[in-house]
């Protein structure tokens, strides 16, 4: 169930809302797994015996890591269950993908399987590796109770497209879930947040979408110079507000129910490096790679070698984990270049020339390295980049529709808005405005997120909706 | 913060999450009750019924997605939410996605302008066959004593390209479209053919009334009566007949029903506050009868646009046995437009011995098929 779908906006969501302020604190958790139980049957039904089967044996396997004295055993039962974990992640994800890339060797021959993908599978293995390793580490107990941890996994709003949150993070806001006074204030907070994801997606990226959808569709050697770039700014626009709008709902929705979740983006497209991207963009995932990837390997304690090398593996499974195509690998790979690169001489150079043109740069980088992740075929995606810098006349088979360009020009302009918001302009300007009172600026937020839900809505239902004038034959 | 501010602060945030939970809930409310509804949303379009719930449909998503659009057919605020997205993308946009917003409001449809940019061209060899069926067709029909009068219906597309809403609204001479190739041919081929497409070009700077409604999709009244009457004068011309005249005059004020046939396009785009669609003519419609005139027995096989002189109602002034196959397919009936029957339940042997003389209406959109399926029809019927 995706949460700009109508039978979430409308059915699911106030169901539940409504159940949550009803029932008793203490059947919270109950009553948030058996709807995020529900929420992930809606879409996969078949893989939830299988689910739930490898959820319980984690668990109790854990509780006997966590015991257990002997460092040995603990040792090989982390691995054990991280391998399990990683094995069903690899098998589900990548069988068809390892396959295509050894066709080549007579064993494995010219397979194709018809493996269905768990929804959320690369989501939940993340969080699968994070309760081992911190239990591991002791960073944090396991769960007492089984509940807690399948609430862990399950819980709805993260459980599909994240964001990744690390065990040891949430674990006391599970066990205390039934303890946690929700204020009204914090719901109406998470409702805002939520409004405002579901707005960023449906009013921004899904515009943007059928045009970037063409643009990417047809021959690049065949289209103007001009759509190439436009194509590729607005996929830049489409993956952050689809992705970032995702994670707004996640959090407002997460607030809702009384717990905290970590942020997920941070005015990325503001960066001035693409290290600094890595800060911005997909937080949680930087952070989990860094903590339970980067540092075991060694981080950058073990000279620059070491580092770069582990730089290089760190953004492989990065790519890789986005999605099974080896253009996923070769974007994340791209990344990690840039980021040795800037380590080595680049930083210096960015940092002589100064933010807006080091940003400038980071972020040409980024829009061109977007085009690896979009592309699975690499050959097209080096022949759409090539076509980019050679200057060609459009044939109008793709018209550039005026709401296509004002959607990106704003867009683009959200993006900018933290700068202006940062500028000593704005701050004179500020001071000239009237301060309105909390309770006023509280309720402007709320109808300004209340028409943002019922506009998103409008759009999400004029969505299929193409009528014609007569009946046609 | 003081205790009382405090509370008041508390009190208002529950107030606040209340009405958002009822927001929330407003959408299932709806749906549950019968005292308020929407107008329904104009145009043709289908509504996904309930989808049956089988463990293989569950299990493979098939319900799941069928539900969803389930949902989007069906649900009662959708009228409303339908009109207030579009009127917001027309308001910022101004565009739409039912129809094509040309210069200064003109409403298109796109398969028209698709027409008229040849993008919709069979090809010269199905031109060249189609004609030859036509010829055919024509000459059997001849035996039989009835007479095939093709009538090519002006699009607003070709006539008004320099309304259109795109840069490009010239097409280059060697362009090859549908109705470029038949106006030609089927002249050529000695077939009786009337161009209204070519005419409204040539008078579409001295017309005295508007050719179109500025929101319509087909030609005015007062250009169809006229055009219509030219062809009931080629009628006669070929019967040796004389036939009841039309009479247009003065102004007439519309029925809503009939003003909304003029603005089917601005309906079409269903929005909340209607368009300046701007004034039409409406002349004031008569049939003159003289004693010595005669109603003959005309079947019209058309597209829509034949519709706007079937809804006058006048057919039965005009003809003694008349029928309207819309497209080849279904039999218009004044009287039963929601459930039109199907050709296909005709004899059309029998159903052609009542009529004289067939009228094949096509519009530049159409000529895709020409004939819609009649030509081949009698082919077969008299083995052509």
Not at chain 1, 195 to 203: A, D, R, Y
Not at chain 1, 254 to 273: C, H, M, R
Not at chain 2, 23 to 51: A, D, H, R, W
Not at chain 2, 218 to 244: L, P, R, T
């Amino acid at each position: 169930m995706s949460f700009v779908s109508l039978t979430f906006l409308i059915v699911f969501l106030p169901v539940v809302l409504f159940g949550y302020e009803l029932i008793p604190r203490t059947s919270r958790r109950l009553f948030l797994i058996c709807s995020s139980i529900a929420f992930y049957a809606w879409g996969v039904p078949q893989f939830i015996p299988i689910l739930l089967l490898t959820l319980t044996f984690d668990f109790y396997i854990v509780r006997i890591l966590h015991k257990s004295n002997n460092a040995t055993l603990k040792k090989l039962l982390c691995l054990f269950l991280l391998g399990l974990s990683i094995s069903l992640l690899a098998y589900y994800k990548y069988t068809n993908f390892l396959f295509e890339t050894f066709s080549f060797i007579p064993a494995f021959g010219d397979h194709t399987f018809n493996i269905l993908l768990p929804l959320g599978i690369s989501f939940f293995t993340f969080h699968r590796i994070s309760y081992v390793i911190d239990v591991y580490r002791g960073s944090h107990p396991p769960f007492e109770q089984f509940s807690e941890y399948l609430l862990y996994i399950l819980l709805f709003p993260q459980l599909i497209a994240g964001p990744i949150i690390k065990f040891k993070e949430i674990a006391d806001q599970i066990t205390n879930i039934a303890l946690v006074q929700i204020t009204n204030q914090a719901k109406i907070k998470g409702f805002t947040r939520f409004c405002l994801g579901v707005s960023k997606k449906v009013l921004i990226a899904d515009l943007l979408s059928p045009f970037v959808a063409s643009v990417f569709l047809a021959n690049p050697s065949q289209i103007g110079t001009g759509t190439l770039w436009l194509g590729v700014l607005g996929f830049a626009m489409q993956i952050y507000f689809d992705f970032s709008g995702y994670a707004d709902m996640a959090i407002g929705l997460a607030t809702i129910l009384g717990f905290k979740f970590p942020e997920n983006f941070s005015n990325p497209y503001l960066s001035t490096s693409v290290g600094e991207f890595w800060r911005r963009w997909h937080i949680t995932l930087g952070s989990f790679l860094r903590e339970y990837l980067y540092f075991p390997l060694g981080g950058n304690r073990n000279g620059r070698i070491s580092t770069y090398r582990n730089y290089i593996v760190v953004f492989f499974i990065s790519g890789l984990w986005h999605g099974a195509s080896w253009n996923f690998v070769v974007w994340g790979l791209l990344h990690a270049s840039m980021i040795i690169l800037e380590d080595l001489n680049l930083g210096k150079i960015y940092h002589r020339i100064g933010p807006v043109v080091s940003g400038f740069l980071t972020q040409m980088f980024v829009l061109l390295s977007w085009v690896y992740f979009k592309v699975e075929n690499l050959v097209t995606a080096t022949q759409y980049i090539k076509s980019m810098f050679m200057w060609r006349k459009g044939n109008d088979t793709i018209p550039i529709e005026p709401s296509v360009l004002s959607v990106l020009l704003l867009a683009n302009a959200i993006c900018l808005l933290p700068l202006v918001a940062k500028s000593k302009w704005w701050n004179s300007c500020k001071s000239k405005f009237p301060q309105f009172n909390l309770r006023i600026q509280l309720i402007s937020q709320v109808v300004l997120s209340l028409f943002g839900w019922i506009i998103s809505l409008a759009f999400l239902l004029a969505n299929g909706f193409s009528p014609f004038i007569y009946f046609k034959f | 913060m003081d205790c009382l501010a405090r509370m008041n602060k508390g009190r208002l945030s529950k107030v606040i999450y209340f009405v958002i939970l009822i927001m929330l809930i407003m959408p299932i409310c709806f749906q549950i009750q019968n005292f308020v509804s929407f107008k329904k949303l104009e145009g043709v379009y289908e509504i996904t019924n309930l989808p049956m719930v089988s463990r293989r449909s569950f299990l493979s998503g098939e319900f799941q997605s069928n539900f969803e659009k389930f949902m989007q057919d069906n649900i009662k605020l959708r009228p409303l939410l339908v009109r207030i997205h579009n009127q917001i993308y027309y308001w910022i946009f101004h565009e739409s996605k039912a129809v094509v917003i040309g210069k200064k409001g003109e409403l298109f449809t796109q398969e028209y302008i698709d027409a008229f940019w040849g993008k919709d061209f069979v090809g010269e060899k199905e031109i060249q066959e189609k004609t030859d069926l036509a010829i055919l067709a024509n000459l059997k029909l001849k035996e039989r004593g009835k007479h095939l009068i093709f009538v090519l219906a002006p699009s607003k597309a070709d006539v008004f390209p320099e309304k259109l809403p795109y840069k490009k609204s010239q097409i280059s001479p060697d362009t090859k479209t549908n109705y470029a190739q038949y106006s030609i041919f089927l002249k050529d081929h000695g077939l009786s053919v009337f161009d209204f497409n070519k005419e409204f070009k040539q008078n579409k700077t001295t017309a005295v009334y508007a050719l179109y409604p500025k929101c319509g999709a087909h030609w005015s009244e007062y250009w169809m009566i006229d055009s219509m009457n030219q062809v009931f004068a080629g009628i006669e011309s070929q019967g040796q007949i004389k036939m009841h005249q039309i009479i247009t005059s003065g102004w007439d004020t519309p029925t809503k029903e009939r003003a909304s046939r003029n603005n089917e396009l601005e309906l079409l785009m269903n929005l909340l506050l209607p368009m300046q669609c701007g004034q039409i003519y409406y002349p004031v419609i008569r049939v003159s009868k003289g004693e010595d005139e005669i109603k003959p027995n005309v079947l019209v096989i058309a597209d829509s646009y034949y519709g706007t002189f079937f809804r006058l109602g006048l057919e039965r002034q005009m003809f003694e046995n008349y029928a309207y196959y819309y497209y080849f397919r279904t039999l218009k009936d004044l009287n039963n437009e929601e459930n039109p029957q199907s050709i296909e339940n005709l004899d059309i042997d029998l159903e052609l011995r009542k009529f004289d003389f067939i009228i094949v209406m096509h519009t530049t959109h159409s000529l895709q098929n020409l004939g819609y399926g009649f030509l081949e029809e009698v082919c077969q019927l008299y083995n052509c």
